[in-house]
């Protein structure tokens, strides 16, 4: 399935249009680049019970100052945390869909649940890909695990997915083998997973990989873009930028 066009016509909040007061993530973030008219990127995560929830990092600390791992609370306890001192919540993927509602284009990036790129990554994909069902509204799915996008390509092959990538620095990315790393940052899984576009790090665009796909036409998403500067220099290789920090004009 092709990258629906508003992918690439709307600059996309990166995590929601977050500022102060209005943490990544959270719901009044998602509101805010609905009210802008932005396309919104967001963080799935899963909770004990298997819930997909809105959260991008694999521990709590950061974001709530509670401690442990996302995936060791359920729900009910999830969602009586508060996100970076406001009275914002951890939201749910279904709360989030449905305050969407279809009003912007939505960009899903699963988490990797096994942490190395393995196999390993649950039954995420496939809950995310069970909401999204009946959902109506440009929407697209992407992970840095390969895995989780050929799980979630298998059960809706009518949503399109992506590879979230970059250039897999030993030094950033400590836990996974060499060969991985690799592999991962000449995107070699592109056609095995059915993606049908990227979302590549703006310090890595003349990756020989990158150059090649959008060669054949793939689009290429990047991120995480801060200022009017980094958004020019990154449109020469990209065609849409994910953003925070600014506001950038339409594509």
């Given amino acids: 399935m092709d990258l629906h066009p508003d992918f690439l016509r709307l600059p996309i909040a990166h995590r929601g249009l977050h500022s102060l007061g209005l943490p990544e993530n959270s719901?009044?973030?998602f509101r805010a680049a609905i009210a802008a008219g932005y396309a919104i990127e967001c963080d799935i995560q899963a909770a004990a019970d298997g819930t997909p929830v809105v959260f991008h990092d694999d521990d709590l600390p950061r974001l709530t100052g509670a401690e442990g791992l996302v995936r060791a609370l359920g729900?009910?306890?999830?969602?009586?945390?508060?996100?970076?001192?406001?009275?914002?919540?951890?939201?749910?993927?279904?709360?989030?869909?449905?305050?969407?509602?279809?009003?912007?284009?939505?960009?899903?990036?699963?988490?990797?649940q096994s942490l190395r790129s393995t196999d390993q990554i649950g039954d995420l994909s496939e809950r995310v890909a069970e909401l999204l069902g009946d959902y109506a509204g440009p929407v697209a799915v992407m992970s840095f695990n390969p895995h989780s996008m050929a799980a979630f390509h298998r059960v809706a092959p009518d949503i399109a997915v992506g590879l979230t990538s970059c250039d897999y620095d030993a030094a950033d990315w400590p836990d996974i083998d060499a060969t991985t790393r690799v592999s991962l940052a000449a995107i070699a899984d592109f056609d095995r997973v059915g993606a049908s576009f990227v979302s590549h790090d703006r310090n890595d665009l003349d990756n020989p990989a990158v150059t090649a796909l959008k060669a054949r036409g793939v689009p290429i998403l990047t991120w995480t873009i801060r200022s009017s500067q980094q958004e020019q220099a990154a449109r020469q290789g990209a065609d849409n930028i994910t953003f925070e920090n600014y506001l950038p004009g339409a594509a």
Wanted: glycine share 8%; aromatic share 0%; charged share 25%.
């Fill in 27 to 29: 719901m009044g973030a």
């Fill in 75 to 112: 729900i009910d306890a999830l969602s009586m945390l508060r996100i970076m001192g406001t009275e914002e919540s951890i939201p749910t993927l279904a709360e989030l869909l449905a305050e969407v509602a279809g009003r912007v284009p939505l960009l899903i990036e699963i988490k990797d």
